[in-house]
T-cell receptor, first 114, second 110 residues
Framework: GAGVSQSPRYKVAKRGQDVALRCDPISGHVSLFWYQQALGQGPEFLTY????????KSGLPSDRFFAERPEGSVSTLKIQRTQQEDSAVYLC????????????FGPGTRLLVL | GQQLNQSPQSMFIQEGEDVSMNCTSS?????WLWYKQDPGEGPVLLIALYKAGELTSNGRLTAQFGITRKDSFLNISASIPSDVGIYFCVTYPTGNQFYFGTGTSLTVIP
């Protein structure tokens, strides 16, 4: 497709369940980012990939959060043993190069943990 | 993380009115961006600013990079219903991760 796509768009999980969120970046984009957006807040950085290398994971809130991009294209954000405070919109973005002011965002996955 | 404070937090205006919002920080930045997030969508880049004092327009939108490099301003002229959304100032000091402001929610009443 022409833009960044994310799936699922909505996810409801019971507390303690594991979830996996998928991001398909724009073809050819080297850089991929994950952000967490709590209700009424701006997005907050989670992690950054350049191709398949995870160069920055300083924003991951705990070791329950894990992200991968094994072939330098599709990325998966996994959250283990979900907690209620994990409820948020998870946004994926890609850019052609690193350090670009233009990050193209997907529509997000809305995660609700009950 | 960086603290980027936006004001006002929300605005309710009549269609056709002009809008002004700002973003302030305690730190100096070399780049300011303005992104807009429509309901249920991801943010989209509106304007990028690279130099202190710079004034840049994109259609009905005009943004300015503050002289102190600690603030930025966004104006929208003659608002229309599709201007509804949340406006974020953004900066990226390390070149990778974006820091988003607290957001200004805009509602346009037809």
């Amino acid at each position: 497709g022409a833009g960044v796509s994310q799936s699922p768009r909505y996810k409801v999980a019971k507390r303690g369940q594991d979830v996996a969120l998928r991001c398909d970046p724009i073809s050819g984009h080297v850089s991929l980012f994950w952000y967490q957006q709590a209700l009424g807040q701006g997005p907050e950085f989670l992690t950054y990939f350049q191709n398949e290398a995870q160069l920055d994971k300083s924003g991951l809130p705990s070791d329950r959060f894990f992200a991968e991009r094994p072939e330098g294209s599709v990325s998966t954000l996994k959250i283990q043993r979900t907690q209620q405070e994990d409820s948020a919109v998870y946004l994926c973005a890609s850019s052609f190069t690193s350090g670009s002011e233009t990050q193209y965002f997907g529509p997000g996955t809305r995660l609700l943990v009950l | 993380g960086q603290q980027l404070n936006q004001s006002p937090q929300s605005m309710f205006i009549q269609e056709g009115e002009d809008v002004s919002m700002n973003c302030t920080s305690s730190s100096i930045f070399n780049t300011w961006l303005w992104y807009k997030q429509d309901p249920g969508e991801g943010p989209v880049l509106l304007i990028a600013l690279y130099k202190a004092g710079e004034l840049t327009s994109n259609g009905r939108l005009t943004a300015q990079f503050g002289i102190t490099r600690k603030d930025s301003f966004l104006n929208i002229s003659a608002s229309i219903p599709s201007d509804v959304g949340i406006y974020f100032c953004v900066t990226y000091p390390t070149g990778n991760q974006f820091y988003f402001g607290t957001g200004t929610s805009l509602t346009v009443i037809p």
